[in-house]
């Protein structure tokens, strides 16, 4: 499974900012993708996922009323939306990944595949 994300950058307190996660190598078409990310001296944390069978949508306590992930199927991309961003908001973010129909509470806190991961600074 390779997972590829882009869109991060450089935004001021209050702009907005659309993650872009490519997806492919799937063996199975249950699978689910989310977002990860990790500030600087924190430990990763998860933020959303949506299921590819369903399209179930998860957000943890950090990524509710601001952020919101979709998907576009036909291309294998899946996309997380910040809104409203804030300068605790950045960090590395990263694009996450379990297949066979995972739960999706598990994808948000052990995932088995990782990007690489897109830098987000939000300034103040």
């Known amino acids: 499974v390779q997972l590829v994300e882009s869109g991060g950058g450089l935004v001021q307190a209050g702009g907005s900012l659309r993650l872009s996660c490519a997806a492919s190598g799937f063996t199975s078409e249950a699978y689910v993708i989310g977002w990860f990310r990790q500030a600087p001296g924190t430990e990763r944390e998860g933020l959303s996922c949506?299921?590819?069978?369903?399209?179930?949508?998860y957000y943890t306590d950090s990524a509710k009323g601001r952020f919101t992930i979709f998907s576009d199927t036909a291309k294998n991309m899946v996309y997380l939306q910040m809104n409203g961003l804030k300068p605790e908001d950045t960090g590395v973010y990263y694009c996450?990944?379990?297949?066979?129909?995972?739960?999706?509470?598990?994808?948000?806190?052990?995932?088995?595949?990782w990007g690489q991961g897109t830098q987000v600074t939000v300034s103040s």
């Open positions: 996450v990944a379990s297949q066979d129909e995972p739960e999706l509470l598990r994808v948000v806190t052990l995932p088995d595949y």
């Open positions: 949506i299921a590819s069978f369903d399209g179930t949508t």
